[in-house]
C-alpha cells in the first residue's frame, strides 16, 4: 500500500478490459439515478422549491434514508487496484485481496459503501484516458446498483510537475514551482481550467491541487517544488488562480496541505515533523494561501500531519486537532467546504495513535473525509462502532455527509455521473491543451547564470552537444528519461547531440566515461537532481569542468542546485523533469525562446546559508 502524496512508476500489466459500455445510453443513465431522483424528491410534505436537487433540504432527505453503515461509508475515500471495476488482471485482485479483502472494485463498494475511490498510476487506475474513463464510469455503475446507491467522489493527485498520476496523452503542465517562476495567475488559471476539463473527462472529479504551502525550508524533502514559492502573498495569488480554474471545469479543486507544510525538514510520510512557527508568523506566512483558497470559493482542504504547538500544544497531528480544524480553519478562517484527511496511511498520523483511533479522533476534530486508510476494515468499524458506543453522534456523521453530498450535487454528480468516451476525445490531450503546455513552459524557465554570454548555444559554434546527468523516474508517463528527451529536443533544434545517463549517484567509472564522450563535443549540458556537497553529482560536474570544455546545468528539480556550481558557465532551473519542462529549456538553451522565469524561492550561499545568493525574482534573460 501506498499513500496519496508520492508518486511512483507502475509494474507492468496486461491488456485492458474496459467496463462496458463506456458510453452508457440514455435509458442507463436515467435508471441508475432515478432513485436518487425520487429520494431527493420525496421529503415528507416538501414543496417542490425545496426539493430541488441539490438543496440541503433535498440532501437531508437523502440522508435521511442511509443506514448507519451507508453513512459510515460515505465518509471514506480509499484505494483499489485494477483498471476495471469489475475484472482488474489477477495480480491486482490478489493485491485487494491482501490489504481490503475484496477482490474488485464493485465489491469494495459493495461492502464498504464508500463515498470516493482515489486513482494512482501504481494502483494500475490509469493507464490511458479511454480506460480511465471506463473504469470511472464501471465504479459508478457499481454503486448505482446499489440499494439507495450514490455517485462517488473520484478523486486523484494531479499536480502537474513531479506529481501527476494522470500522464500522456494528457496534457501535462509544469509544476507548481515553475508557475511561481512564471508569476502568471492566468497561467495558473488556464492550467487548472485545462487540467480540470480533461480530468472530468475521464471521470475524475475531485484533484488534490493545488498545494498551497508556502516552502520556506530547502530543505524540505516532501513539498519543495511543489509549492509555487516562498512568498505568501505570490503563492496565494496563483492558488486562487489554480482553484477558480478547476472549479471552473466542474473538478472539486483541494488546498493542501493545511495548516502549512512548508517549513519542515521530515517528510510526514515517513515521520512527525513539528512546525515552530508562532502564531504571529504562522497567520502572516502559512496561511496567507489558504485565506485566498478560501476566497475563492474552495471546495475541499487536505489536512496535514503536521504538529504546530502554537496553533494547538496538545501535541496531536492537525488532521486529529479540534483547534486546528474546527476552532481555525472553521471558526476562525469560515471555511465550512469540505476538510479532507491527508493519506491515513502515511507515518505522520500514525506515530501517536492506533490505526483504529485516527479516523474516529479526525471526525472528532472537524474532517469530512477520510483518506486511504492502511486498514479499511479496521477504519470502519472503528467509525461504525464510536457511533454506536456513543463516542460519536449520527449527527456528527450527517454533518460531514450533508458537505461531501453538497459537493456531489455541485459538480452534477447526483444527475449524471457517467462520461462519454466522445468526451475524452474531444477534450483529452488536444492539441490547443498541449500548445498551451508549451507556451507555459516557456515564461517558467529560469536562467540563473551565463557566462560570458555562453547562452543561447550557436548551432554553428557549437553544433556538437553533449547531454549526461541525472535519469530520476518520470514522474508523469511521459516520453523518457530526461537526457534522452533533452538530447532528441536539441537535435530537433539543430544541434547533433548525444545523451549518456549517469544517474544521481554517478561511479567513479560512469564519471570517467562522461570526461571521455566529453572530449568529441563542443559543450556539455548536464542535468542535476538535488545536489549535495559531497556527492558524485557535483564530482561529476567537477570533472567535466576540468575539461574546458563549456558546462550548461540544467536544474532538474530543486533551483537551490546553483548554490553547489559555482564554476559552470550556465546554470538553468527548469523546477521538475517533465517532457514539457525539459523541452521547453532545450528552447532556452537553443535561443528559441528567451528565459522569462524569475526565482519564486530564495537561494542561499552554500558556504555561508546566512547569506542571500539570489534573491527571490532574480532572473537573466537574452
Not at 454528480?413 to 462519454?420: A, E, F, I, K, Q
Request: with cysteine; glycine share 10%; proline share 7%.
Amino acid at each position: 500500500m501506498r499513500d496519496s502524496s508520492t508518486g511512483s512508476t507502475a509494474r507492468p500489466s496486461g491488456p485492458t478490459e474496459p467496463d462496458r459500455p463506456s458510453r452508457p445510453s440514455r435509458r442507463t443513465v436515467l435508471a441508475a439515478t432515478a432513485g436518487i431522483t425520487a429520494a431527493l424528491a420525496a421529503g415528507p410534505r416538501a414543496h417542490a422549491a425545496d426539493a430541488r436537487p441539490g438543496t440541503d433540504k433535498a440532501l437531508r432527505a437523502l440522508i435521511s434514508r442511509m443506514t448507519l453503515e451507508e453513512k459510515v461509508g460515505q465518509l471514506f475515500v480509499m484505494r483499489v487496484y485494477g483498471h476495471s471495476a469489475t475484472a482488474p488482471d489477477q495480480a491486482d485482485i490478489d493485491a485487494n485481496l491482501t490489504e481490503i479483502g475484496v477482490r474488485t472494485a464493485a465489491e469494495l463498494i459493495a461492502k464498504y459503501r464508500v463515498g470516493g475511490i482515489i486513482y494512482f498510476a501504481w494502483a494500475h487506475n490509469t493507464r490511458d484516458p479511454h480506460q480511465i474513463a471506463d473504469l470511472s464510469n464501471g465504479i459508478q455503475r457499481a454503486s448505482l446498483e446499489q440499494p439507495r446507491g450514490l455517485p462517488l467522489l473520484i478523486s486523484t493527485d494531479q499536480e502537474h510537475g513531479i506529481v501527476a498520476r494522470v500522464g500522456k496523452p494528457a496534457t501535462l503542465f509544469p509544476g507548481a514551482m515553475a508557475l511561481g517562476a512564471g508569476g502568471s495567475r492566468a497561467d495558473a488559471r488556464t492550467v487548472g481550467r485545462i487540467s480540470g476539463a480533461e480530468l472530468r473527462a475521464i471521470g475524475i472529479s475531485q484533484d488534490y491541487s493545488p498545494d498551497a504551502d508556502v516552502n520556506v525550508n530547502p530543505a524540505n524533502p516532501v513539498i519543495g517544488v511543489r509549492s509555487f514559492g516562498a512568498d505568501p502573498d505570490a503563492v496565494a495569488g496563483l492558488v486562487a488562480a489554480e482553484v477558480k480554474g478547476y472549479q471552473s471545469s466542474g473538478v472539486a479543486a483541494t488546498a493542501k496541505h493545511f495548516p502549512g507544510h512548508g517549513d519542515t525538514a521530515v517528510d510526514s510520510h515517513f515521520g512527525f515533523p513539528v512546525i515552530t512557527h508562532s502564531r504571529e508568523l504562522w497567520s502572516a506566512l502559512d496561511a496567507v494561501p489558504f485565506r485566498a483558497a478560501i476566497r475563492a470559493g474552495i471546495d475541499s482542504i487536505m489536512t496535514a500531519h503536521i504538529m504546530v504547538p502554537a496553533l494547538d500544544p496538545a501535541g496531536d497531528p492537525a488532521t486529529l486537532s479540534h483547534p486546528i480544524l474546527t476552532g481555525i480553519l472553521r471558526g476562525e478562517l469560515g471555511y465550512d467546504g469540505v476538510v479532507v484527511t491527508d493519506s491515513l496511511g502515511m507515518e505522520g498520523v500514525r506515530t501517536k495513535y492506533g490505526d483504529d483511533r485516527v479516523p474516529v479522533l479526525a471526525l472528532k476534530a472537524g474532517v469530512d473525509q477520510l483518506l486511504n486508510p492502511p486498514d479499511l476494515s479496521v477504519a470502519w468499524n472503528a467509525v461504525l462502532n464510536a457511533v454506536r458506543g456513543g463516542e460519536l453522534t449520527e449527527a456528527r456523521l450527517d454533518e460531514s455527509i450533508l458537505r461531501i453530498l453538497r459537493l456531489k450535487a455541485k459538480h452534477g454528480l447526483l444527475g449524471d455521473p457517467y462520461v462519454r468516451d466522445a468526451g475524452v476525445d474531444r477534450v483529452v490531450g488536444i492539441p490547443s491543451h498541449l500548445r498551451a503546455a508549451d507556451r507555459i513552459a516557456e515564461r517558467t524557465t529560469t536562467l540563473l547564470v551565463n557566462k560570458d554570454g555562453l547562452l543561447p548555444l550557436s548551432r554553428r559554434r557549437t553544433p556538437r552537444v553533449l547531454v549526461v546527468g541525472a535519469d530520476p523516474a518520470s514522474p508523469s508517463l511521459s516520453d523518457g528519461p530526461p537526457t534522452t528527451v533533452l538530447a532528441g529536443a536539441l537535435t530537433e533544434l539543430g544541434f547533433t547531440a548525444t545523451a549518456l545517463s549517469t544517474g544521481t549517484a554517478p561511479s567513479a567509472a560512469t564519471i570517467a566515461k562522461a570526461v571521455t564522450a566529453a572530449a568529441g563535443a563542443d559543450a556539455v549540458v548536464v542535468g542535476t537532481y538535488n545536489l549535495t556537497a559531497t556527492g558524485s553529482q557535483k564530482t561529476l560536474v567537477e570533472r567535466l569542468l576540468a575539461t574546458g570544455v563549456p558546462v550548461i546545468a540544467v536544474a532538474l528539480r530543486n533551483p537551490y542546485d546553483v548554490a553547489l556550481l559555482p564554476g559552470v558557465g550556465a546554470c538553468l532551473a527548469s523546477y521538475s523533469w517533465t517532457d514539457v519542462e525539459v523541452r521547453a529549456a532545450a528552447r532556452v538553451i537553443a535561443g528559441r525562446v528567451d528565459p522569462r522565469g524569475r526565482l519564486p524561492v530564495v537561494v542561499r550561499r552554500a558556504d555561508d546559508p546566512a547569506q542571500v545568493l539570489y534573491p527571490i525574482g532574480y532572473g537573466l534573460t537574452y
